[in-house]
């Protein structure tokens, strides 16, 4: 803050996590576990979709040829 004013009285914009119910900590839980299986989800498909590009563009090769 402006003016070296001490931080001990500015309040968490969270609550703090002794304080909330098992409801609100269950729900917290879900939450982050969700938010890394799709962080960890747009990883693994961010590292395979050159991948499947490229399967998808030879299978339609193949088909394409195979007609002919």
Do not use: K, Y
């Not at 004013?5 to 909330?20: I, K, Q, T, Y």
């Not at 499947?52 to 394409?64: I, T, Y």
């Amino acid at each position: 803050m402006l003016g070296g004013e001490s931080h001990a009285f500015a309040m968490s914009l969270l609550p703090r996590w002794r304080f909330m119910s098992e409801q609100s900590r269950a729900l917290v839980v879900r939450t982050a576990i969700s938010a890394v299986a799709v962080l960890l989800a747009a990883l693994v498909l961010r590292a395979l979709l050159p991948w499947v590009v490229l399967l998808l563009f030879g299978w339609l090769a193949w088909q394409v040829f195979r007609r002919r």
